[in-house]
T-cell receptor, first 113, second 113 residues
Framework: KAGVTQTPRYLIKTRGQQVTLSCSPI?????VSWYQQTPGQGLQFLFE???????NKGNFPGRFSGRQFSNSRSEMNVSTLELGDSALYLC????????????FGQGTRLTVV | GESVGLHLPTLSVQEGDNSIINCAYS??????FIWYKQESGKGPQFIID?????DKRQGQRVTVLLNKTVKHLSLQIAATQPGDSAVYFC????????????FGTGTRLLVSP
């Protein structure tokens, strides 16, 4: 069974640009969550999608958005990139909301210059 | 609030020793408390969870203790091995209809031979 796949693995963007990250969950998993990981802040919850609907949202500005498709694949978008957006973005899938076991991808390392 | 914090950023132990990683939480409404392990270059991986109505749960070489009186969670690893070297995160899952996973900042466990 394939794990959670995130693309691309690495990205370098210029301040002010926008970026789209992709996540393919484990087959059969309906929940996809996104996290931002930085050395100083740990794992910060961005948002979670279930059945194409955003079910939970963290405390991030509106520049961060996401969506989920009918096949459960998810994308997140960051517009007007800032230097502080440099981080590892992790996607996690769960079979359903309420499962404690989330399966994480390897992440996308975003560097904003 | 939703903060889940850790007492120590780094824990160094000798191979064969028992390790104890601690975590404080603030959200009394959480249904589950979970431990994840993140090895270098990988996404976090589920270790064990405990429901809020339990005090102790054991897994393979790991034990999680929950003290709701002082809002404290700990992970005990028996006979620590070099392969246990990683960053450990505690997380909590809220109850109700939202059930998002909120992670703490992490503790790095270093196991020396």
């Amino acid at each position: 069974k394939a794990g959670v796949t995130q693309t691309p693995r690495y990205l370098i963007k210029t301040r002010g640009q926008q970026v789209t990250l992709s996540c393919s969950p484990i087959s059969g998993h309906r929940s996809v969550s996104w996290y931002q990981q930085t050395p100083g802040q740990g794992l910060q919850f961005l948002f979670e999608y279930f059945s194409e609907t955003q079910r939970n949202k963290g405390n991030f500005p509106g520049r961060f958005s996401g969506r989920q498709f009918s096949n459960s694949r998810s994308e997140m978008n960051v517009s007007t990139l800032e230097l502080g957006d440099s981080a590892l973005y992790l996607c996690a899938s769960r079979i359903n909301l309420g499962n404690t076991e989330a399966f994480f991808g390897q992440g996308t390392r975003l560097t904003v210059v | 609030g939703e903060s889940v914090g850790l007492h120590l950023p780094t824990l160094s132990v000798q191979e064969g020793d028992n390790s104890i990683i601690n975590c404080a939480y603030s959200n009394s409404a959480s249904d589950y408390f979970i431990w994840y392990k993140q090895e270098s270059g990988k996404g976090p991986q589920f270790i064990i969870d405990i429901r809020s109505n339990m005090d102790k749960r054991q897994g393979q070489r790991v034990t999680v203790l929950l003290n709701k009186t002082v809002k404290h969670l700990s992970l005990q690893i028996a006979a620590t091995q070099p392969g246990d070297s990683a960053v450990y995160f505690c997380a909590e899952m809220e109850g109700g209809g939202f059930q998002k996973l909120v992670f703490g900042t992490g503790t790095r466990l270093l196991v020396s031979p």
